[in-house]
């Protein structure tokens, strides 16, 4: 298997290397900005280690997470359970009992309403004061979710040794951008870094393109899990949804200036259309009677009807497209090399 990211590493760190690094000793100037950049910045002795290293050997053991021993934060990590969960199981034992909970709660609120009114504004604020209460074990199990993965992203940036990894799937997390404040998106975020962004941080673009398009939390979040061609049998569904094909366009490939129109835009959320969930908790699935059968012309490239192929065959051009490696290129010069970065890095090759 190719390692293009491994090898554009090596190109973008041999491009800052020669940067002004202040208050640091001219031999340790390439060290800091390697620490700085591809880390979460440099702890107390990892100047000294990498010096002992090599800085060349440094970068490239980080490039193979694999042989660096991490068992001190895997333990640390291991108290927080939700992490390893599939999403279903997270639905059923900690986000559907919270709902469950939240709504008895409303009822009774409503049901309420009268008697506070009744009793006059000291009354009904101290009433509702009351109904608040603490917050409950369900609802605390509900909301660890979200808690389990913020505190295992800071627990990995401070004591993770495989920090080049770590750093990357905060990057392409980012990049691939899901909200756990919509909806049940948070019930997949988990599943999402853990299956569609980690494995392929140093892989292949191409691949984890396809990871997150797949994925529950996108389909969610963007609502392709809803989209549907007009007159399509489907419950829930209001036709063709363009949310998941202009962010795949804007902002996963191409790039706001990357040359595709509205009609592409079009064309795209069609060849996506069927692409969906089984249900709200379960994995992806293609529907071929929500599926748009027409032919498509997509950034100038013609697209046979051909069902859910037709999702993939728009992944690999928008993978392949000059503008989209321009796009990511710049990117990662930007995260690892320097704010402003200098030209070499950043170019038009091949966006796989």
């Not at 009268?114 to 604020?125: F, L």
């Not at 040359?259 to 835009?265: A, K, L, P, R, S």
């Not at 259309?273 to 293609?286: C, K, L, N, S």
Request: no cysteine; hydrophobic share 40%; net charge neutral.
């Amino acid at each position: 298997m190719t390692r293009p990211f491994a090898l554009a590493f090596v190109l973008l760190l041999s491009a800052g290397a020669g940067m002004p690094m202040q208050a640091a000793a001219p031999e340790d100037a390439p060290i800091l900005h390697a620490l700085n950049r591809l880390t979460y910045g440099p702890r107390p002795g990892d100047v000294e280690r990498v010096k002992a290293m090599g800085l060349q050997k440094w970068i490239e053991l980080q490039l193979t997470p694999s042989r660096i021993d991490d068992r001190a934060l895997e333990a640390r990590l291991q108290r927080l359970e939700t992490l390893t969960l599939d999403a279903e199981t997270i639905q059923r034992e900690y986000a559907a009992p919270a709902m469950a909970e939240r709504r008895q709660k409303k009822a009774a609120e409503g049901a309420d309403q009268t008697a506070r009114a009744t009793e006059g504004t000291e009354s009904s604020d101290r009433n509702a004061r009351l109904m608040r209460g603490p917050v409950s074990e369900v609802q605390r199990k509900g909301r660890q979710v979200v808690s389990d993965i913020e505190e295992a992203k800071l627990l990995r940036a401070v004591y993770s040794d495989r920090q080049l990894e770590e750093v990357l799937v905060d990057f392409w997390f980012n990049h691939f951008n899901v909200f756990a404040g919509k909806g049940i998106t948070r019930n997949f975020i988990s599943e999402y870094e853990r299956e569609a962004i980690r494995p392929y941080v140093l892989g292949n673009f191409r691949d984890m393109l396809g990871a997150t398009a797949k994925s529950p939390a996108m389909l969610f979040y963007l609502d392709n899990w809803l989209s549907s061609a007009q007159g399509a049998q489907a419950r829930r569904s209001s036709g063709i949804n363009e949310n998941y094909a202009r962010e795949l366009l804007e902002l996963h490939t191409l790039g706001v200036d990357g040359g595709y129109t509205q009609d592409d835009i079009v064309n795209v959320a069609k060849a996506f259309t069927g692409w969906t969930i089984e249900r709200p908790a379960a994995g992806f699935r293609f529907a071929p009677r929500r599926h748009d059968r027409s032919e498509k012309v997509v950034l100038g490239q013609t697209i046979k009807p051909g069902g859910m192929g037709e999702g993939e065959r728009v992944l690999d051009i928008v993978a392949a497209h000059p503008s989209t490696a321009r796009h990511i290129a710049t990117k990662l010069a930007i995260r690892f090399v320097s704010d402003n970065p200098p030209a070499p890095p950043v170019h038009s090759g091949g966006g796989q």
